[in-house]
T-cell receptor, first 115, second 113 residues
Framework: NAGVTQTPKFQVLKTGQSMTLQCAQD?????MSWYRQDPGMGLRLIHY???????DQGEVPNGYNVSRSTTEDFPLRLLSAAPSQTSVYFC??????????????FGPGTRLTVL | TQLLEQSPQFLSIQEGENLTVYCNSS?????LQWYRQEPGEGPVLLVT?????EVKKLKRLTFQFGDARKDSSLHITAAQTGDTGLYLC?????????????FGRGTQLTVWP
């Protein structure tokens, strides 16, 4: 198992550009989510999905879109990049949402800089 | 407003010393998780505590969930240089948004030889 994979590892964008951060998991997990991590802020939830075709907003969803057409993939789209979106983005997955003991696995992260 | 307050934010100690990291909230959580994160990597789950008053041990690490399920602590005995990293607590709230995890800001631990 590769676990949770994210691409790219690093990305530099200009203000106003759009891009998609890729996330995939090969563990057949129902629950997938996107977080951003900023210095001194911890991790903040952007969007999450409880299964294919089902997504919902987290704490900081503005400026981001998601879709979940398959169980494996959960891409995060930046519609029009802004410097405030400079951050490290983590994708995470978990087998079932309902089980408190299920481990949540994080990907290695994408470091995004918006100029 | 941060739902989970972690303290201290930074901790720098010598190898062999003991330390405790705290995670406090005014909210009740259905479970609380502790993660460790290395530079350039994603957080890795250390433990999940689900019952008020629960204590879990992972070698030299002891995790405790408060009786009221609002706070938790991580105690490391005889710290080693390999314990260096960012420690994050995260509370799961099943009352409002199902399964949502709220993270603290983290404690950056540095253990010197």
């Amino acid at each position: 198992n590769a676990g949770v994979t994210q691409t790219p590892k690093f990305q530099v964008l200009k203000t106003g550009q759009s891009m998609t951060l890729q996330c995939a998991q090969d563990m057949n997990h129902e629950y997938m989510s996107w977080y951003r991590q900023d210095p001194g802020m911890g991790l903040r939830l952007i969007h999450y999905s409880v299964g294919a075709g089902i997504t919902d907003q987290g704490e900081v969803p503005n400026g981001y879109n998601v879709s979940r057409s398959t169980t494996e993939d959960f891409p995060l789209r930046l519609l029009s990049a802004a410097p405030s979106q400079t951050s490290v983005y983590f994708c995470a997955s978990r087998r079932r949402l309902a089980a408190r003991s299920d481990t949540q696995y994080f990907g290695p992260g994408t470091r995004l800089t918006v100029l | 407003t941060q739902l989970l307050e972690q303290s201290p934010q930074f901790l720098s100690i010598q190898e062999g010393e003991n330390l405790t990291v705290y995670c406090n909230s005014s909210s009740v959580f259905s479970s609380l998780q502790w993660y460790r994160q290395e530079p350039g990597e994603g957080p890795v789950l250390l433990v999940t505590v689900v019952t008020g008053g629960e204590v879990k041990k992972l070698k030299r690490l002891t995790f405790q969930f408060g009786d009221a399920r609002k706070d938790s602590s991580l105690h490391i005995t005889a710290a080693q240089t390999g314990d260096t990293g960012l420690y994050l607590c995260a509370g799961e709230d099943r009352g409002s948004t199902l399964g949502r995890l709220y993270f603290g800001r983290g404690t950056q631990l540095t253990v010197w030889p």
